[in-house]
């Protein structure tokens, strides 16, 4: 957050930054920041490793990957979150051995911001192949109870 915040105070000292905003601030119509914390265990689970080190697999031509974002705003208390995950892990290695075209770049929970929401961010090498993999994973049974504990969670 440290930062963050020196990050934010030293754009706030340029000319190019300040002219920036001056032509581009009208268009804004809302903005909403949040500090995002990565689920290790969900993405080891997924069969990858760190975000911080994603590097997008092959398939399809460069610009054409699809990237499908999906927030949960999970029920108030400490455990809504760590159960979320619980059952994301029991059930996210059924989902991608159903489609391995997916590749889950992002898992994590809000450190600050909006309290228990949990955002996954997915990507497919075409629009045709994120409804393939959603498609598939409806038939695997691990991810059928994962995603039936964690609409319990709302």
């Known amino acids: 957050l440290e930062e963050r915040d020196a990050v934010r105070a030293r754009n706030g000292q340029h000319d ?51 990237y499908e974002m999906r927030t949960y705003q ?33 898992m994590g929970h809000t450190d600050v911001g909006s309290l228990n929401q949990v955002t996954e961010l997915w990507r497919y090498p075409s629009t045709a192949a994120s409804l393939r993999a959603r498609e598939a994973a409806r038939k695997a049974a691990e991810w059928r109870t994962a995603i039936g504990r964690v609409a319990g969670l709302a």
């Open 74 to 106: 999970l029920r108030l208390g400490y455990d809504a979150v760590p159960d979320f995950y619980r059952h994301m892990v029991a059930g996210l290695p059924s989902k991608v051995a159903a489609d391995s075209n997916g590749e889950l770049v992002f």
């Open 16 to 66: 190019e930054w300040k002219a920036f905003l001056g032509d581009t601030l009208h268009m804004l119509d809302s903005q909403r920041s949040s500090v995002l914390v990565e689920s290790a265990a969900c993405k080891a689970a997924a069969g990858g490793g760190a975000a911080a080190a994603f590097a997008p697999r092959g398939g399809g031509a460069p610009g054409e990957a699809v």
